[in-house]
């Protein structure tokens, strides 16, 4: 999943400057932390929210093809 959440971001940003930490639960719950370099934060969320949204669409069906969930988190780098 982090390698599918990569490609796709760094194809939409067109910048690799962030980082996905993933970190998978008992429950089978996947998480997945992006921290991402102020400038590139808006480009992930996009506007209104639509571009992470779709983000999560994508990631969630191969998420109930692996029968699993997934939560991505974005965040700037401080």
Known sequence: MK???????E??????EFEIEEDRNDEG???LDVTADSSIVGLIIGKE???????R???SIKATRE???V???VSPRE
Request: charged letters at 15%; hydrophobic letters at 40%.
């Open 3 to 9: 390698d599918l959440l990569q490609f796709l971001i």
């Open 11 to 16: 194809n939409i940003t067109g910048s690799s």
């Open 29 to 31: 719950r996947v998480n």
């Open 49 to 55: 929210g639509k571009t992470i949204k779709n983000l």
């Open 57 to 59: 669409k994508i990631l």
């Open 67 to 69: 029968q699993s969930g």
């Open 71 to 73: 939560n991505i988190n």
